[in-house]
Structure formats: C-alpha cells, structure tokens
C-alpha cells in the first residue's frame, strides 16, 4: 500500500508563517548557550563582543532555528511548542533525519525573529526493512524586523511505517 497519497500530495508547498512577538532577548541567549555547554564569551560578556566587532552579546547560530522563540501557543502532549505539520499519517514514526543550516549575520538580543515555513517535498522511497517510507523536505527562513533573511534551515523528516505486532 502506498505512503504517499493525494491528500498528502496536497500538502507540498503550504507555507506556515510564525510572527516575532518580542525580542529575542539577552537572556534566551545566556541560557541557549549554558544549556549547550558553550560558554563562548561571544554569547556571555558584552565587553568580549564589542572587541570583536559586534554591538553586544551575539546568539549561538543554531539559536535562532533550534529555539520556539516565535511559536505562541500552548505546549503539545509530548511538551513540544514548535513548529509541526500535522501531517495526516497513521501508523508511522517520524524520525529527524537531519538539518542543513545557512546563516547570513549573527543574531542579536534586540533582534525580532519570524519564521517562515514550506512544506517542500514528501517522496516516497523504499526502506531497507522492506516496504517504503515517506520523506519530508521542509525549508524554514527566519528573517529580522526588517525582513532580511539572516538563518534558513532545511530540514528532512521521515515517516516509517510502525511494526505490527
């Protein structure tokens, strides 16, 4: 039985945008970086940065794309509050199957980011467990208040059937 339906076929190309409500702010950046272990003075120590060249305190790259500073709404059952498709899919698991970052300027506290996201392609292949999985390509861009593109991540999930018992 196939995957990949008309229905799901239906999906490539829907875009979902998400608004910047706030800055992101100097403490969601001190944080992003403890929790990653980086302590980068970049990221801590203002006086650091500006000997570097930046105005202030900078985000962690990844910040901006591994964060749900834009998302604003109550979390899921599972604790997540970031962007998801809701793909109409049973019976499968979906697995993370890799991100493929672009930055084009670092990313400050008082920056608002909104975040743009594209349902880009569902190809249906097969599995080396016999049968096939659906894969999902995603590309999100992240822009500044004035609009500017400053991150894209391009992301690919996999849906794989579940085993029947």
Known sequence: MALLTDELKAWIGREVHYPAREEL????????????????PLYLDDAYAQEAGHPSVIAPPTLVCETCQY???RPDPNGYIGHEWQLPITDCRMIRAGNEYQFMRTVLPEDRISVTWTLED?????????????????????????GEVVAINCETVVYQPMEKA
């Open 71 to 73: 998302a604003h709404r």
């Open 122 to 146: 569902i190809v249906e292949r097969p599995s080396s467990r016999g049968g096939t999985q659906l894969f999902v390509s995603s590309v999100a861009r992240y822009k500044d208040a004035a």
């Open 25 to 40: 702010g100097r403490a969601s950046i001190r944080y992003f970086a403890l929790a990653m272990g980086d302590e980068n």
